[in-house]
């Protein structure tokens, strides 16, 4: 089964497509984060939370996706729906967003 491939304008990025496009896309069932959900979510919107607890938060998320056996499923998945908040594959959804931004022209692209 392969899944919808997200548009790509980097050329990491259609590496990451073409290795993951026979994974599925369902994650809830394998991925470690369904343990403990608000670790990689945070807290509810009406919660304010301090940017130390938050970093610290964000950290224990990070290693808890660095076990994950889907990690690369659920990095592709959150390239494709770009979430607004939490921690995906080890990453948080800023740093999603930098990572899917089209590169620089006259950047070194892998070949």
């Given amino acids: 089964m392969t899944g919808r491939r997200p548009a790509v304008s980097h050329p990491a990025l259609a590496l990451l497509a073409d290795l993951t496009e026979v994974m599925p896309r369902h994650l809830a069932d394998e991925a470690a984060c369904g343990l403990d959900p608000e670790l990689h979510t945070g807290p509810d919107a009406f919660t304010d939370e301090p940017a130390d607890e938050r970093a610290a938060r964000e950290q224990v998320a990070r ?23 939490g921690v995906w594959a080890g990453l948080t959804a800023e740093e999603l967003r930098a990572l899917s931004a089209p590169a620089p022209s006259g950047s070194l692209e892998v070949a």
């Fill in 63 to 85: 290693e808890v996706c660095q076990q994950c056996p889907v990690l690369a499923s659920c990095l592709f998945f959150a390239l494709d729906v770009r979430p607004a908040a």
